[in-house]
C-alpha cells in the first residue's frame, strides 16, 4: 500500500487535503520550499564549476584587452593593469561591467575559496547490492524446516523460533546461502572455510563486477579496497580474494575490517572519507557484507536463537571519489559521517560472540538492545544536530534544555514547577529520507516512535527488512536503492543512513543527492502539484 510522502524537509509545511481513506496529502508550493534551500551548500557544491567559467571569462577578457593593444605587453600593463573602475565605458571592450584587475582580482579570491577553504569532496559514483538466486531464497516455513534439520534444537526452541520468525518482519523469500540450503537435500550442514569461501566469492564478486560495469571503470583504476565482514576473517583476507579476481594494481591500498557490526558500512565509508582527504584523484572501492555460512547457531539458548531468525544473504559494493570532475556523473556528495560509541555498564554485552553453556558457539542479543542503541542513538544525534538542523530547530532546543535546567534547579530550591519532558529535535525539518538499518522490526519501531517519523520514512527500512532480512552492514544500501528507485527522490534532497553495531556504536551518514529519480508509474503515493 502506498503512502502520500511530503514532497519537502519541512515538518511544519502542513499544506495538505485529506482524502477519503482520511489520509493527509501534501501539497507544497515552490515559493515557499525556496525558503529552506541551503544556499551554503550548494555554493560549496557548484562554487568550483561557476570559478572555473568566471576564469574562463577572466581569461578571454585578457586575450581580447591584449589584442585592442595589438599585442604591445608594456601598452597593456601600462594601460589596463591598474585601472581599478569600477564601471567601464560603453565602448570598452570588456566583457564584464567592471575592469580587468577586479576581474582578476575576483577571479583568484574565487579560487583560493573554493579550492583551498573547503575540503576535498567525496563523491558516490554508485552503488550496486546483491540479490540473491532463487535457488538461496526460502519461506518462513522452510526455515523452520531447515532448523528441524538440523536435529539439535529442542521443540520448544523451535516453537520460539517460529514464534519471533512471524513477529519479525521478515518476508516469504529471504536468502540462505548453499551451505545451510543444502540441508533441503538430507545433506548435513556444512560450516565450513570452504563453504564459507564460496559464499564470499558469489556475494562479492557479483557487486563488484556490476558496480565496476555501472561506473565504467576498469579494475586497474581502483587505488583504494576496503572490505567490512564482521564475523568471517580468513586468510588469505577477503580483500586478497577481491584483488586476485579482478587483477587489480599492485600498489593498491587494502584495508579488512572485521569485528565491528552491522555498523561497520559506515565506517568504511568514514576511512574512505579520510582516505581520500589527503590523496587527490582517489577512486575508492568499499564492499560491506556479512558472511552467514559458519554463523548459524546450533544450541538452544534463547538469546542466541534470534541471529537464526533475523540475519540473512547480502552485500553491497560503493564506489567514492573525490575527483571534481566526478560530479557530473556522480549519484551523492558525502556531507557529513558521525561515528559515536556509546560506553555504559550493558552496551559492550548486549551484542556479544560467546559460547552458550554447552559451549556452542554464537551471537547473544540482549534484552536490552533496543534501549542501548536508543541512547546510543541519542548520543550520535546531539552531535549530527547542528550540521543539518535549521537554526531555528537548534534554538527550540538550546531554549528548552536551559528551561529545563532552570526547572529542575528551582525544584531542588524547593519551589515546585511542572516537570519539562526533554524536547525532541524535529529532523525531518533537516532530512528528506532515512535509511535505517533494518536490524529488526524493534528497532525500526523504537526510532520511527522517538524521532517522531510519518510511516512513509521507515518504508525503505522495513521494505528492506520484509524483502532480504537483516543484511547487517549492507542493509543500508538495499534501503538506498529502494529510496532512489520508489520514493521520488530530487536533486538537492538529503538523505540520512542510520546503522547500529556491536560495542555499542551508532553510525549515521548524510548524502545530498545529485540526480532526480522518477517514480515508478503505478505509484500512487506521489504528492499533488500546486
Known sequence: ???????????????????????????????????????????????????????????????????VHNYNFENFIAKEAFRFNIMEPTN?????SFSLPWQIVLALVLFVWNFSRVGAPVFLLDFAT????????????????????????????????ERMLNQSGVGPATAWPPGINRCFKDEPYDSSIEASREEAEIVMFDVVRRVLEQTKLKPKNIDVLIVNCSLFSPTPSLCAMIINEFKMRQDILTYNLSGMGCSAGLISIDLAKNILAGRPNTNVLVVSTEIITPNLYLGNERSFLLQNILFRCGGAAVVLSNKWTDAFRAKFKLLHVVRTQYVSEDSAGCVYETQDENLVRGVRLSKDLVKVAGRAMEKNFTMLGPYVL??????????????????????????????????????????????????????????????????YHVEASRHTLYTYGNTSSSSIWYEMKYTCEQMSLSRGQRVLQLAFGSGFKCNTAVWLSLRSYNKPRDSKSKPKKE
Not at 524547593?414 to 528497532?443: E, Q, T, W
Request: overall charge positive; charged content about 20%; some cysteine.
Open 1 to 67: 500500500m502506498s503512502i502520500p510522502r511530503v514532497n519537502s524537509a519541512a515538518s511544519e509545511l502542513n499544506d495538505y487535503d485529506i482524502t477519503p481513506e482520511g489520509k493527509k496529502e501534501y501539497h507544497v508550493s515552490k515559493s515557499r520550499l525556496i525558503k529552506l534551500i541551503n544556499w551554503v551548500q550548494i555554493m560549496q557544491l557548484y562554487g568550483p564549476i561557476l570559478t572555473l567559467i568566471f576564469s574562463t571569462l577572466v581569461a578571454l577578457q585578457i586575450f581580447v584587452k591584449f589584442g
Open 92 to 96: 570598452s571592450p570588456n566583457l564584464l
Open 130 to 161: 546483491f540479490e540473491a538466486p532463487e535457488s538461496w531464497k526460502v519461506t518462513p516455513e522452510q526455515t523452520i524446516d531447515l532448523m528441524r534439520r538440523q536435529k539439535c534444537f529442542s521443540e520448544e526452541s523451535v516453537q520460539f523460533m
Open 390 to 455: 535549521p537554526i531555528s530547530e537548534q534554538a527550540k532546543t538550546v531554549f528548552w534544555m536551559i528551561a529545563r535546567e532552570l526547572f529542575k534547579r528551582c525544584n531542588g530550591l524547593g519551589i515546585k514547577l511542572p516537570k519539562i519532558s526533554p524536547y525532541i529535535p524535529d529532523f525531518k525539518r533537516g532530512i528528506d529520507y532515512f535509511c535505517i538499518h533494518a536490524g529488526g522490526r524493534g528497532v525500526i519501531d523504537g526510532i520511527e516512535k522517538n524521532l517522531q517519523l510519518a510511516p
